[in-house]
């Protein structure tokens, strides 16, 4: 079984400033997706990562997938409210995918 | 991308009685659909893995007699839980399958009283 171990669990930081959330595992993943789901709904597809050393750029967030495609990234700068949600990555391909626990991120105004 | 949709979005059951989830594709055409069952502050837990025209592949620990699966057309995916209980009570989310990503539902809120 692929594990996928998220961390921080929590974090509760004030608008403006920056983060990170990691993505571990002791597999090799040939991709590695991350979503953000809000509650009371389904996550919704921020990127999907699958060459080594990978960077991707989505406006604020930064995804980064480490070189020997075991862990990943992501970088928000300057946060905003509008980023709170429940963030999750996840691996796996035909298959049905593999969820780390997630990081609970609320951004106070 | 891709829209998947889920009927209904809440429901709520009395303890006994079965309850069927609907998922659909509305845009594209899914082989393979996958159900997911999410506790609060929690992550979500693949529970089986729905193939057209064929029967479901279940996780280890889920019970497939409990949870039947359908999955009668490239369209739609059905969940029913049969004789419900409280502890079934959890978020249950579907996905489906293009050639490259998976699609999220928007999840169906189930309490089962």
């Known amino acids: 079984t692929q594990l996928l171990e998220q961390s921080p669990q929590f974090l509760s930081i004030q608008e403006g400033e920056n983060l990170t959330v990691y993505c571990n595992s002791s597999?090799?993943?040939?991709?590695l997706q991350w979503y953000r789901q809000e509650p009371g709904e389904g996550p919704v597809l921020l990127v999907t990562?699958?060459?080594?050393?990978e960077v991707k750029k989505l406006k604020r967030l930064t995804f980064q997938f480490g070189d020997a495609r075991k862990d990943s990234s992501l970088h928000i700068t300057a946060a905003q409210p509008g980023d709170t949600g429940l963030y999750l990555c996840?691996?796996?391909?035909?298959?049905?995918?593999?969820f780390g626990k997630g990081t609970h991120l609320i951004i106070q105004p | 991308g891709a829209v998947v949709s889920q009927h209904p979005s809440r429901v709520i059951c009395k303890s006994g009685t079965s309850v069927k989830i609907e998922c659909r594709s509305l845009d594209f055409q899914a082989t393979t659909m996958f159900w997911y069952r999410q506790f609060p502050k929690q992550s979500l837990m693949l529970m089986a893995t729905s193939n057209e025209g064929s029967k479901a592949t279940y996780e280890q620990g889920v019970e497939k007699d409990k949870f039947l699966i359908n999955h009668a057309s490239l369209t739609l995916s059905t969940l029913t839980v049969t004789s419900a209980h409280p502890e079934d009570s959890s978020f249950y989310i579907c996905?489906?399958?293009?050639?490259?990503?998976?699609?999220f539902g928007p999840g169906t809120r189930l309490t089962v009283t």
């Open positions: 996840s691996g796996g391909g035909a298959d049905g995918l593999t």
């Open positions: 990562v699958v060459t080594g050393g």
């Open positions: 597999s090799v993943f040939s991709s």
């Open positions: 996905s489906a399958r293009d050639a490259y990503e998976q699609y």
